[in-house]
């Protein structure tokens, strides 16, 4: 069992950057693969960034790609994303999410663990 808690979440000015944690308390953390979630209001759930137990592969969705990084601290049970030129279109509940899963996956319903998610909002 894996208890998953975001943080860094707030308001920020379209182009800025905000810094997401999410620790993990349970289970040994480098046995799970990590990703990263958004959902907009009103609207699904969708795939931003996913990282291997090692770190050692990540994938991106589109939309993102060459502004946000994820990446983790296996020493500190961690994992973060960093979001840089942020867009109006970026607002939206982020949610990091744990797999058992030895590899890292996009889909959602290939997660087994979910945080509470944290409030990201960006004016333009």
């Known amino acids: 069992q894996a208890q998953l808690i975001e943080s860094g979440g707030g308001f920020v000015q379209a182009v800025g950057s905000l810094r997401l944690s999410c620790a993990a308390s349970?289970?040994?953390?480098?046995?799970?693969?990590m990703g990263w979630f958004l959902q907009p209001a009103g609207k699904e759930r969708e795939f931003v960034a996913t990282i291997t137990r090692s770190g050692s592969n990540i994938a991106y969705a589109d939309s993102v790609k060459g502004r946000f990084t994820i990446s983790r601290d296996n020493a500190k049970n961690t994992v973060y994303l960093q979001m840089n030129n942020l867009k109006p279109e970026d607002t939206a509940v982020y949610y990091c999410?744990?797999?058992?899963?030895?590899?890292?996956?996009?889909?959602?319903?290939?997660?087994?663990?979910w945080g509470q998610g944290t409030q990201v909002t960006v004016s333009s």
């Open positions: 349970g289970r040994a953390f480098s046995s799970y693969a």
């Open positions: 999410a744990a797999t058992i899963r030895s590899y890292s996956t996009t889909r959602e319903y290939e997660y087994d663990y």
